[in-house]
């Protein structure tokens, strides 16, 4: 690593929405980063406007072999990893029932089977070097059982959190994990959805909230801190029917 980096991050998904937007403000406070993502033209184009040491590499999540390959190669190119942000997602999906298995599997795939490839691979190398952190991105929807095309996605987030709580329990000697969840960050992932949905902030706007957290190590983080915070603890509570309305 660069000798004023403050260290080295992983970032998977990093070509678009809340990824691209990480490694700009984690570049800004000085980090390194090593960013992975399946379009390597658009990683190619970021390198190029970051004012840090970056390595990218092109990574479809989905392929066991090549997160453990990708991940392996970053940290010999830099010598450590000191942060993981799993963050590469995908949010397709329909009712089940309807004849969309295809976009409710690939969507399984990216966010839940993908997602545990890649805290197995991040691990592995935290484990080698006796420190690391690893930072989950899961979701608000995570929290209670969503309705209609959501239902998978918030089904994979909620896997996603699980394996955070449990690789907490476990308490690796020098390995920090934390799990976030944001709220309506605008992104690529949901530029579809209505400019008036309720409490949608822009991508810095998000990703600053996001950023902070991730920067405390908290344990556990809902972004940005108002309005979810409450808003989570409510979805917690209150019975199913009137979760549906809030979200």
């Not at 979701?139 to 969503?146: E, F, I, K």
């Not at 089904?155 to 309506?184: C, H, M, Q, W």
Request: proline share 3%; with cysteine.
């Amino acid at each position: 690593m660069s000798i004023s980096s403050r260290g080295v991050i992983l970032i998977t998904g990093a070509s678009a929405g809340l990824g691209e937007e990480m490694a700009r403000q984690f570049a800004a406070l000085g980090y390194d980063l090593a960013l992975c993502a399946r379009r390597v033209d658009r990683l190619d184009a970021l390198r190029a406007e970051l004012p840090v040491r970056t390595v990218v590499r092109r990574l479809d999540v989905t392929d066991d072999e090549a997160v453990f390959r990708v991940f392996r190669e970053f940290a010999a190119e830099f010598g450590r990893i000191d942060r993981v942000v799993v963050n590469a997602g995908l949010g397709k999906g329909a009712p089940l029932g309807t004849g969309r298995f295809d976009a409710n599997r690939a969507t399984a795939m990216v966010n839940f089977v993908g997602a545990l490839a890649q805290a197995e691979a991040a691990l592995e190398i935290f484990r080698a070097q006796g420190s690391g952190h690893l930072v989950l991105i899961s979701s608000v929807s995570a929290l209670r059982g969503m309705r209609r095309s959501m239902t998978t996605y918030a089904a994979t987030k909620a896997g996603i959190a699980a394996i955070a709580e449990g690789l907490r329990a476990e308490r690796i000697p020098g390995v920090d994990v934390s799990a976030v969840f944001p709220g309506y960050i605008r992104s690529e992932m949901n530029e579809r959805v209505q400019q008036r949905t309720r409490f949608m902030v822009d991508t810095r706007t998000g990703v600053r909230a996001m950023v902070a957290a991730i920067e405390k190590r908290r344990a556990t983080a809902y972004v940005p801190a108002w309005p979810w915070v409450p808003i989570s603890m409510a979805m917690r509570l209150l019975p199913l029917s009137i979760v549906r309305k809030m979200v």
